[in-house]
């Protein structure tokens, strides 16, 4: 990896995925600028607090490593009321300046998704900045979040706006999200039991060890890796097209800085719960199957279909990692190479040895959003495996938020906080929501959803085909099992779009320098 970026210029969010960096807790504050230059003055105040994408240890004692990390991103008309130029923000692309509310009919937030049933913050276009706070633990995120109010005090002009959905009916000021515990840990789960924020993609100048470039950049003819351009998830730089991402003058405002999707998603933990109880009675296979067949992915360990696609692999699969991690504690280097090179093929593997989705179903939920090569049919008609569909590629980060009862009703507040950063939000989150989340034309399944997350109504019409496993010699072959009547397990509660500038930017902002002549 050639590219140099300088990483102290760049928030650290574009970079890391905090909740994977020891960060469980999160905070996320939702500002309001009534008086522009107080809001430049405490943007200007501010600028010593923000995490940039600085490289650290991720062990706890690494010396370097922040108690907490603090980031900020604008809405559109967060940037007109900090009075940025009229030249400079008709340069930012139209996905953005309209905001997330008036795309709702490219996103599919009809029904109950729809803007009137959001959390009542996301109304009225109030929102002007969001501001994160990760920490290590409860305590520290308190800590933080009290210096950041006795700080916000100073500004008359800024408003901490309140309007967040909190449990029993009560309304906050701001939004918390947390890794799910298990025995005093955190985990990488969500509330249906899946794990999540596996496999996010690797850009060239990242700051993150080539050893993670397996499975997360982008595959060669020759079977290697390499990372994914820049311009795919920062601005200012070259992107897979060898083109410069649409964005605003002047350069220096938009270099090193991105576009990031907030958007709350209420689980409905019991609605799914019950749909796979039933579910499971007719079909051959144990529940864990069934929904890793609807993901994609096992739900213990997050382990890929394609690696183990039947209970029988399966239990295989976990005898064989139970086996190296035993001979490993022992002592034997072999066994923890052995695993360590597993572990790479939850990330490192391709559909392409399963074109009629016998191992993982064509319409499962990491097959949508992740095609991984899969829809280009034809060998050798692009320059390189994946070439066609790299450029839909999202950077995943955000946390759940709520309870973790695994008996939560579906009144009960709980879900995930989904956070994407990329340099196009059109080309990247929204072709994704819209083509392969909520239709099926380029996956050949008529009008079936995602099972996850898509928009189902309940219907028959609302399916999910699951293919039979491929016919053995001299056995019989088997009928597909069908996934019906699929009930909404995902509702949106509300969102936006936001600009993340780099730090030399924020300065601009703040201190009012910017001339896009």
Request: glycine share 10%.
């Amino acid at each position: 990896m050639s590219k140099q970026l300088d990483l102290y210029d760049i928030q650290g969010n574009i970079c890391k995925g905090y909740g994977r960096y020891g960060y469980p807790k999160a905070r996320y504050c939702f500002l309001r600028f009534d008086d522009p230059k107080q809001g430049r003055l405490f943007l200007l105040d501010l600028i010593k607090d923000i995490t940039t994408a600085e490289a650290w240890e991720a062990k706890e004692d690494s010396p370097n490593k922040p108690p907490c990390t603090t980031n900020i991103g604008f809405t559109y008309s967060g940037l007109e009321a900090l009075a940025i130029p009229q030249r400079s923000l008709k340069g930012f692309p139209v996905d953005f300046t309209a905001g997330m509310k008036a795309r709702s009919h490219i996103l599919g937030d009809t029904g109950c998704n729809s803007p009137e049933n959001w959390d009542e913050i996301w109304h009225g276009g109030r929102v002007h900045a969001w501001l994160s706070i990760y920490a290590r633990d409860s305590n520290m995120l308190e800590s933080r979040f009290d210096a950041f109010l006795e700080q916000l005090a100073t500004f008359a002009g800024v408003e901490l706006l309140s309007g967040h959905r909190g449990p029993n009916g009560t309304t906050l000021s701001y939004q918390d999200a947390s890794a799910v515990y298990d025995n005093g840990m955190p985990t990488g789960k969500e509330h249906f039991g899946f794990t999540d924020g596996i496999s996010n993609p690797f850009f060239e100048g990242n700051g993150h060890k080539i050893s993670r470039l397996a499975g997360r950049g982008k595959l060669m003819r020759d079977g290697s890796w390499q990372p994914l351009a820049t311009g795919e998830f920062i601005l200012g730089h070259v992107d897979e097209a060898r083109e410069y991402p649409l964005a605003p003058e002047p350069k220096m405002l938009s270099r090193n800085g991105t576009f990031m999707v907030y958007r709350k998603l209420h689980e409905n933990v019991d609605t799914f719960a019950r749909y796979i109880d039933n579910l499971a009675k007719d079909f051959d296979g144990s529940k864990d199957l069934l929904m890793a067949k609807m993901s994609g992915r096992w739900p213990d360990n997050g382990a890929p279909l394609t690696l183990a696609a039947t209970d029988e692999e399966k239990a295989e699969l976990d005898s064989r990692i139970a086996d190296l991690k035993y001979r490993s504690l022992e002592g034997d280097e072999c066994a923890a190479a052995q695993l360590e090179q597993l572990y790479i093929k939850w990330v490192d593997f391709s559909f392409d040895g399963d074109k009629n989705g016998s191992k993982c179903p064509i319409g499962a939920h990491i097959r949508r959003t992740n095609t991984r090569g899969s829809l280009e049919h034809e060998k050798g008609a692009f320059d390189r495996p994946g070439a066609l569909v790299d450029r839909r590629r999202l950077m995943r980060r955000g946390l759940p938020y709520g309870g973790i009862d695994e008996a939560t009703a579906d009144s009960a507040e709980q879900g995930i906080i989904f956070m994407c950063v990329g340099s196009s939000i059109e080309r990247q989150f929204e072709f994704v929501q819209q083509q392969w989340v909520n239709y099926s034309n380029d996956f050949k399944l008529g009008n079936d959803k995602d099972p996850l997350i898509g928009n189902h109504d309940g219907k028959l019409t609302d399916k999910h085909l699951i293919q039979a496993p491929e016919k053995k010699l001299f056995e019989a072959a088997k009928a597909p099992f069908f996934c019906t009547e699929l009930p909404r397990f995902v509702e949106t509660r509300g969102g936006d779009y936001f600009f993340i500038p780099s730090l030399t930017a924020l300065r601009m902002i703040a201190e009012e320098m910017i001339d896009p002549s």
